[in-house]
């Protein structure tokens, strides 16, 4: 009886309901209550229902038998047993067990007058409790059932979100996957393009200053263009590299103070030629020439740069271009706004504007050219910042684009120092250097870069000596003792790394001055060079005029250029 109701043994269950009996799929009798027992004792376990009982409807519709489909379309019905051999007659209501196998009837009976009750032998206490028990009795039936169902469904619940934590992990693993494939593919993508492009650059710069003697002026302006589009080659890489680092979580700002404007004078002298040739007049606009702005000053003035290149390219010959700064003290935020006379946007394309590689002519006849990556790099920078960009235009009247960087605490000075410029040392030949200059090593594998570095040191006053892997370039450093070394990271037999730590371990080299020059320029690139003992880090294409710097730098006291 415990399938029926829990809470009840045998015993309890046969007094509270003495008139009941239980039936397998068959239709064979089970288990009889004990009243019932004893008024038909033919209805014993092991009888078939149907041959000891006729059943009926309520509305005394007879019923010529029943079975296990029938019940389990009539649950909880209520009908009306009458035995054969007793004439007594049975109130039941019929309960399907858990078991699907074994049906219960709960039955009281139906007796009309006392003559029925003397000829069944029947007493007050032989009969059942009141019908709202057995209504209570199926509500426990139900409620079990119910506990038992949830139960059910809570394990395949369980197994569901098991089997999908499962596959939710398989998946964050393959995408795991699949980024570090992007971050190696980039990283390698960046040093092949970049190793070419550094020797061009670097090729470039040292004949336009006659490194390798004097060029007419045609030869001047052919290598001017070379060098023009190397550096227009470079920023396409640059806008492409960072756009994916940003994608992938991996840019991180430099913040430092900036003045801003010098910050501005900076991005206007980079359009400046451009916009001379098409002779757009160029403005800056400052409601406060003396601010100084905490944010990552190269990635503020790439926004800058990128926005007034732009304008400058939409703007026909004879237009204008202003770039004008705002402090807002209220809001704690600065205002950079790029104005143009321009061809206008429509309105309906301003949406489309910050998508990446998208260019709203874009057309094989289109007039300007480009990638499209600008906007979307400035959006992105702007939005690492934690700033906002916005845009008005009119077609055939302009565009402005203002981007608001919040800066907390906006500093205002009476006075400012410009930027200085650096001049090239005067050249001299090579023989000619006393055998106390500085000697550099230079540790390279591509024998174009090897040459170009090593010409442009030479005509700076600078001994060069060169190594082609990591192992030649720790022999070397032992055999010359440097005064500097120009280090590739990645190079045959022994990488820039592992020879950077091999120096390091030796104590006679702990203090000389190492600058890793490389063309990975990837997150994390520079920490791990300065991690095995770089002093600095360049990445390639490096500005010559820079390296020479670097290397003034980082030379002792007691050496001079």
Not at 213 to 219: E, S
Not at 334 to 350: C, K, N, P, Q, Y
Not at 371 to 397: D, P, Q, R
Request: aromatic share 4%; charged share 25%; net charge negative.
């Amino acid at each position: 009886m415990t399938d029926s109701a829990p809470m009840l043994d045998h015993g309890q269950f046969s007094k509270l309901f003495p008139f009941h009996f239980i039936v397998d799929a068959d239709m064979r009798v089970i288990d009889t209550g004990s009243v019932l027992a004893r008024v038909c004792p033919k209805i014993v376990p092991g009888a078939l229902i149907n041959d000891h009982f006729l059943l009926f409807r309520l509305a005394s519709e007879p019923i010529k038998a029943f079975n296990r489909d029938f019940i389990a379309r009539q649950e909880n019905t209520l009908f009306v047993f009458k035995s054969t051999s007793t004439d007594l007659m049975l109130r039941c209501q019929v309960l399907i067990l858990r078991d699907p196998e074994r049906y219960l009837f709960l039955g009281s009976p139906w007796v009309r007058n006392p003559t029925e009750l003397k000829a069944l032998h029947l007493v007050l206490q032989d009969f059942a409790l009141h019908d709202s028990t057995v209504d209570l009795l199926q509500l426990v039936q139900a409620t079990s059932t119910s506990l038992h169902d949830a139960k059910q469904l809570s394990e395949k619940l369980e197994q569901r979100v098991a089997d999908r934590t499962a596959e939710l992990s398989m998946a964050n693993a393959e995408l795991s996957r699949v980024m570090r494939s992007k971050d190696d593919f980039l990283s390698a993508m960046s040093h092949e393009l970049r190793t070419p492009l550094n020797a061009i650059l670097g090729l470039s710069e040292s004949l336009a200053e006659g490194v390798y003697g004097d060029m007419n002026t045609k030869q001047v302006k052919s290598i001017n263009t070379i060098a023009e589009s190397g550096h227009h080659l470079l920023a396409l890489i640059n806008d492409l590299l960072d756009i994916a680092k940003i994608g992938a979580g991996k840019m991180e700002l430099e913040l430092t103070k900036a003045n801003v404007e010098d910050l501005c004078q900076a991005s206007l002298r980079f359009v400046m030629e451009q916009a001379q040739k098409q002779k757009i007049n160029l403005k800056l606009v400052m409601d406060n020439q003396s601010v100084m702005l905490t944010a990552d000053e190269r990635r503020l003035k790439q926004i800058l740069v990128n926005l007034l290149s732009n304008a400058v390219k939409f703007t026909p010959n004879g237009g204008s271009v202003t770039l004008e700064t705002k402090c807002d003290l209220e809001s704690e935020s600065l205002m950079f706004s790029v104005r143009d006379t321009g061809i206008g946007i429509a309105t309906e394309d301003l949406k489309r504007l910050f998508s990446p590689f998208t260019q709203l002519d874009s057309k094989l006849s289109r007039q300007y050219a480009g990638t499209g990556l600008g906007l979307t790099l400035v959006m992105k920078l702007v939005e690492l910042h934690g700033g906002s960009v916005a845009v008005e235009s009119e077609i055939g009247k302009g565009s402005c684009f203002t981007v608001r960087i919040p800066c907390k605490g906006l500093d205002t000075l009476n006075q400012h120092n410009p930027s200085g410029t650096i001049s090239l040392t005067e050249i001299t030949p090579a023989e000619t250097l006393p055998s106390n200059t500085p000697l550099i090593l230079v540790a390279d594998d591509n024998e174009i870069n090897l040459m170009t570095v090593t010409d442009y040191l030479r005509a700076n006053k600078l001994r060069v000596i060169q190594a082609r892997d990591g192992l030649e370039a720790v022999k070397m450093v032992r055999e010359h003792i440097p005064s500097l070394v120009l280090m590739d990271i990645q190079m045959p037999l022994m990488d820039g790394l592992d020879a950077i730590a091999h120096l390091r371990a030796d104590d006679k080299h702990t203090d000389m001055p190492i600058i890793a020059l490389t063309s990975r320029a990837m997150v994390g690139d520079r920490e791990r060079c300065i991690a095995v003992g770089a002093n600095d880090y360049l990445s390639k294409p490096v500005n010559m005029k820079q390296l020479v710097k670097t290397i003034r730098a980082h030379l002792p006291n007691d050496e001079t250029l």
